[in-house]
């Protein structure tokens, strides 16, 4: 089974640029490795990270995103420890993440999830 996900960084300024970004890469393929799973694409963005993955018959989706966001935290975070002054739960992904079936969505599709993910972080807006 093919499926797409997006994985946001928990706070919008830890951008997945520089050494970060080439690090992303690389674990999350050794990650793929790890677990048996195909990544036919890995796209990291400063905002997110986009993944296609092939996952074996019996693999839960669910599970497979829920391994890579807590593989890719523990590494990010042993990496730039720095980062751990904002991230005391240990979790450097948003806990929303968006998983479909099949290839990319449309990039609007996305760029809806993103904002509706940063909104719901922010709270009811305060007059």
């Given amino acids: 089974m093919s499926l797409f996900a997006v994985l946001l960084p928990r706070f919008p300024e ?5 050494e970060l970004a080439d690090r992303l890469h690389v674990w999350t393929m050794r ?10 694409r890995i796209d990291v963005r400063p905002d997110r990270l986009e993944i296609t993955l ?3 018959p019996e693999e839960s989706p669910a599970h497979a995103i829920q391994e890579l966001r807590d593989g890719l935290s523990e590494r990010v975070l042993r990496a730039f420890p720095e980062l751990l002054t904002d991230l005391p739960s240990h979790r450097f992904w948003a806990s929303s993440y968006l998983l479909r079936a099949g290839p990319p969505p449309p990039a609007q599709d996305v760029d809806v999830f993103i904002q509706a993910t940063r909104r719901a972080q922010t709270g009811p807006l305060r007059p």
């Fill in 54 to 56: 092939v996952l074996p």
């Fill in 31 to 40: 990650l793929c490795l790890a677990w048996d799973w195909t990544a036919e």
């Fill in 14 to 18: 830890h951008e997945l640029t520089g």
